[in-house]
């Protein structure tokens, strides 16, 4: 789901972390305390290899994923694709993972619609898929009236673009729309279909499987096609293969470098300790306390809200997510400075990795 997401400026010592919780506990909340069991997520930390890993051993590890970053790309998609797919069916279990994402180009002008979207084509054990998102210009999550004097708007252009990676794909879908919002559908009942990221006018996302491992590799290099040859970074994200596997993809001829992606468990005290290690790269993220708006603010719209720490280049700062906005925008601003007792700034994340 899109989430609205407010930050402090990231120059917070691990001390004031803590008296960030001391000051939720003041205003109603129950934070996570220093010698509580925590899972922390880190992500985009540099490595020279796969045996960077190694570094986290002193930890319970889940969802650890290399990812190759390939900047400024300009080669065939479809024989990158190829050659991640060789490996991935050499190496395939239940348990292995592997995906490339690589932008497309809506053409036509939108409004509520940013030009640049994503796509991602995917292996998994025994079958494919195609995942294709677009990114809105503005957050509107579901629930939210604010924007429906411009629904007609919204569910249009959303359809269009749908249409648009589905003709290039050709693909067995349909996007249609009623006067609340856009939905997907597919006659073919051995491609399973999923729509995510949703937003008061539909699924932002789709993702079609397939058993044919094969089907996807040439459409997405026709959805590749739309970007014209501009530089792009491109991704492959390689879950859980070994390490002696992950050198395997490494002998591909390409200019790269890769960064992992995990879940820790930990205690909270330990967070500086991790942060460190990840040097000035990696970001990690945790959270201090989960709760309902209503339990502090009862004369607002009830919003599930998630306050968390992110660390990054040995400083933390302060992130609030919510799932829609309790009040309007400014007085949601205000009252969030005054349930951390600092000043923050909307800062929603990227729909892109």
């Known amino acids: 789901m899109r989430e609205h997401r407010w930050e402090t400026p990231p120059f917070l010592s691990f001390d004031d972390i803590l008296q960030t919780t001391q000051q939720l506990q003041q205003a109603g909340l129950t934070p996570a305390h220093i010698e509580k069991d925590i899972i922390c997520y880190i992500e985009e930390w540099s490595v020279s290899g796969p045996q960077g890993i190694h570094a986290l051993d002193p930890w319970p590890l889940e969802d650890v994923t290399l990812i190759h970053i390939l900047d400024n790309w300009t080669g065939d998609f479809f024989l990158l694709a190829g050659q991640y797919h060789t490996l991935v069916q050499q190496y395939q279990s239940v348990n292995t993972y592997c995906s490339i994402c690589h932008p497309w180009r809506i053409d036509e002008h939108m409004v509520t619609l940013l030009p640049e979207a994503m796509f991602w084509l995917g292996f998994r054990h025994a079958h494919a898929f195609i995942r294709v998102r677009v990114h809105t210009t503005e957050i509107v999550a579901p629930g939210e009236t604010w924007a429906d004097h411009q629904r007609p708007m919204w ?3 959303r359809q269009t673009a749908f249409q648009a990676a589905i003709k290039t794909l050709d693909l067995p879908l349909e996007a249609v729309a009623d006067q609340r919002q856009v939905q997907l559908l597919t006659p073919r009942q051995d491609t399973p279909l999923f729509c995510s990221w949703p937003d008061a006018f539909g699924p932002c996302q789709f993702e079609l499987n397939s058993p044919d491992v094969f089907e996807f590799l040439v459409p997405a290099s026709q959805l ?3 970007w ?18 992950l050198l395997h993809f490494d002998s591909f001829d ?3 470098h890769s960064v992992y992606r995990c879940s820790v468990h930990c205690v909270m005290n330990e967070l500086p300790e991790l942060l460190t290690i990840l040097g000035n790269t990696g970001r990690l993220y945790s959270t201090l306390c989960e709760f309902q708006t209503s339990s502090i603010l009862p004369n607002g719209e009830d919003s599930a809200a998630i306050i968390g720490l992110v660390g990054h280049q040995g400083k933390f700062q302060i992130e609030v997510r919510l799932n829609r906005y309790p009040v309007n925008p400014q007085d949601t601003t205000d009252w969030l400075e005054s349930v951390i007792g600092r000043p923050v700034t909307y800062a929603p994340l990227s729909a892109f990795p």
Do not use: D, I
């Open 224 to 226: 590749a096609a739309t």
């Open 228 to 245: 014209q040859g501009a530089p792009q970074p491109v991704r492959a994200y390689l879950t859980g293969f070994t390490e002696e596997e």
């Open 155 to 157: 569910l249009t252009e």
């Open 254 to 256: 390409l200019q790269k």
